[in-house]
């Protein structure tokens, strides 16, 4: 089953082309939708969760957001936030 979501992406690299904002039908399953917005935005999203960015859905960690479920839901919120280091 496909859902309606907007995905957002924040600090991508200068000479990154693309949208920043997209507005796109996607499979409910969290992974898949991962793969189906990587390969729209080619900015290699699965290597670099946790590492380089992390994914907030509806202002909240995807962790949380997802729970035990996995599955998005129609007109979800995806904002592609950068890790800042620390200390």
Excluded: W
Excluded at 6 to 34: N, T, W
Excluded at 59 to 78: I, T, V
């Amino acid at each position: 089953m496909k859902v309606k979501i907007k995905a957002k992406f924040f600090g991508l690299p200068k000479d990154y082309h693309g949208d920043r904002e997209i507005e796109m039908e996607v499979s409910e399953d969290f992974q898949q939708a991962l793969e189906e917005i990587d390969s729209k935005t080619k900015i290699g999203i699965k290597e670099k969760l946790d590492k380089r960015f992390v994914i907030l859905i509806n202002g909240r960690n995807y962790r949380r957001a997802l729970g035990n479920k996995g599955k998005l839901e129609e007109g979800d919120n995806l904002a592609f936030v950068p890790l800042v280091g620390g200390g």
